[in-house]
């Protein structure tokens, strides 16, 4: 449904959650309030059947993209590294200096 280019705001969303795999409710609002997408996108995603939602135990609300939306919108295919370098080398870094991966540190 929101076929208005690879360069939209709103696929790069799909995208960045594709990357990241599932964010929490709390970072999916803070990465529609930098781009100034409503908040009522979710709902719209949800309906044309790009994104899923779910409550944990804990009742925190995590999303994901599904495999419709990898399908039609080509996630996976256009990473915007410029989009990503910060919480990719974050993330990158934990894993990088965890415990388990200690076992591989001696080669």
């Given at each position: 449904?929101?076929?208005?280019g690879?360069q939209?705001?709103r696929?790069?969303?799909?995208?960045?959650?594709y990357v990241?795999?599932?964010?929490?409710?709390?970072?999916?609002f803070?990465?529609?309030?930098?781009?100034r997408?409503?908040h009522?996108?979710?709902?719209?995603?949800?309906?044309?059947?790009y994104l899923e939602?779910?409550?944990?135990?804990?009742?925190?609300?995590?999303?994901?993209?599904?495999?419709?939306a990898?399908?039609?919108?080509?996630?996976?295919?256009?990473?915007?590294?410029t989009?990503?370098p910060?919480?990719?080398?974050?993330?990158?870094?934990?894993?990088?200096?965890?415990?388990?991966?200690?076992?591989?540190?001696?080669?």
């Amino acid at each position: 449904m929101e076929h208005s280019g690879p360069q939209s705001p709103r696929i790069e969303l799909l995208e960045q959650i594709y990357v990241l795999g599932v964010v929490d409710q709390h970072k999916l609002f803070n990465l529609l309030d930098q781009r100034r997408i409503p908040h009522t996108w979710i709902g719209a995603q949800s309906r044309a059947g790009y994104l899923e939602m779910w409550n944990s135990a804990g009742g925190t609300m995590f999303y994901r993209v599904t495999q419709k939306a990898i399908e039609e919108q080509s996630l996976g295919r256009i990473i915007l590294l410029t989009e990503f370098p910060n919480s990719a080398q974050d993330e990158l870094g934990k894993d990088w200096d965890s415990q388990e991966d200690s076992i591989y540190d001696t080669a």
